[in-house]
């Protein structure tokens, strides 16, 4: 089982990134983007239920981002638009056999490498 990330980057705060996250090996019950800031601990920022596409958003960025799949190539999209300085981390994707999208980190057992957005006001 392999989750790979990519599409981090360097943007102007106003300005979008769009991430993505390939699984090989297996499908999951939930997928998840976390995300990390330099001295802070691992948040939740989207997750989605694989098989019924619900979706579920932390406060501080709903309305901003979107999490969606690609089942055919298993792989897992964030769009994130109005990106804010405060939005800087490495954000990670991760998987679990869970089905209804959980939010607490020990819940994933399958992470991918990270991937750093940087958001420069």
């Known amino acids: 089982v392999q989750l790979q990330a990519f599409g981090g980057g360097l943007v102007q705060a106003g300005g979008s990134l769009r991430l993505s996250c390939a699984a090989s090996g297996r499908t999951f019950g939930s997928y998840a983007w976390f995300r990390q800031a330099l001295g802070k601990e691992r948040e939740f920022v989207a997750g989605m239920g694989w098989s019924f596409g619900g979706t579920y958003y932390a406060d501080s960025v709903k309305g901003r981002f979107t999490i969606s799949r690609d089942i055919p190539k298993n792989t897992m999209y964030l769009q994130m638009n109005s990106l804010k300085p405060e939005d800087t981390a490495v954000y990670y994707c991760?998987?679990?056999?869970?089905?209804?999208?959980?939010?607490?980190?020990?819940?994933?057992?399958?992470w991918g490498q990270g991937t750093q957005v940087t958001v420069s006001s």
């Open positions: 991760a998987a679990t056999s869970a089905f209804k999208i959980p939010t607490s980190v020990t819940t994933y057992a399958y």
